[in-house]
């Protein structure tokens, strides 16, 4: 199901001396079963476009197609673009609202009227797809942790059985162990066959995950490609305020210092061959 931007333009408060141009221009086609990383600076533009995608906003100009369907359409059922695809927002306690954990989830479900013995089929499915523990069921979502609260609005999610999966920060706010945790169901979830876009401003969350990065400014793509692509144009990402990961300014400062290394490494375990090779060919030369 590809999702198409055709020049799409959005402005807020348009017509008063208020009005913000947040979108201009935009084009660009997310395919079926991608990951796409979307960034930029605070700003950008990212949290509006991704509100494109499923009709929360829709826009001033231009044309969104989700599976050929047009958003700006006359008649045009955003109710079941909405089960198609699903946002979880980056504050999960703007999207949980009922009293128990079960209720939460299940509420999508019921509004598609689904039938009772479907929708607890569906909770549970999504509470194991994010380990969500069935004990939590009965539990107040706002008695949890941030990241289980954080799963409880990711399952709500899931459990409309979307086709495409939009995350605005998943991992905002959490300790280490709690974005560890988010992320690699974010990746469990992509490789079961789901297309996912998730908003980043952690380069090294996005250059692991993402198979596409887009590059927000001022409302405008100035950069896409793949992650090595795009954290190759170093000079051009710290103009508008973003960085590369940590990995590979690390690698880059070695090559530097003369070590022959790769520079367009992204992961610890890229870092730690390329480094590995360089040593293994020092000794075998005799170089101490």
Known sequence: M???????????????PSQVRALD???????????????GPTGSGKSTLIQHLNGLLVPTSGRVLVDGLDTRAK????????????LVFQYPEDQVFEETVYEDIAFGPK?????????EERVREAMAL???????????????????????ALAGVLAMRPEVLVLDEPTAGLDPLGKREILGHIRRLHERGLTV?????????????????????????????TPREVFAQGELLESIGLDIPDVTKMMRELRKRGWPVRTDVLTLEEAYEEISRYLAGTKAGGVR
């Not at 008649?75 to 699903?86: E, F, I, N, W, Y």
């Not at 509004?111 to 929708?119: R, T, Y």
């Open 197 to 225: 876009v998730m908003v980043s401003h952690n380069m090294e969350e996005v250059a692991r995950l993402a198979d596409r990065l887009v590059v927000l400014d001022h409302g405008r793509i100035v950069l896409s490609g």
């Open 2 to 16: 590809p999702i198409e931007l055709q020049h799409v333009t959005y402005d807020y408060m348009p017509g008063t």
């Open 130 to 152: 994010v380990g969500l523990p069935d004990s939590l069921m009965k539990r107040s979502p706002f008695e949890l942790s941030g990241g289980q609260l954080r799963r409880v």
């Open 111 to 119: 509004n598609l009227g689904v039938p009772a013995e479907e929708i």
């Open 25 to 39: 221009d935009v084009c660009m086609t997310i395919q079926d079963g991608e990951f796409l990383g979307l960034i």
């Open 75 to 86: 008649g045009a059922d955003l109710r079941r673009l909405r089960q198609k695809v699903g």
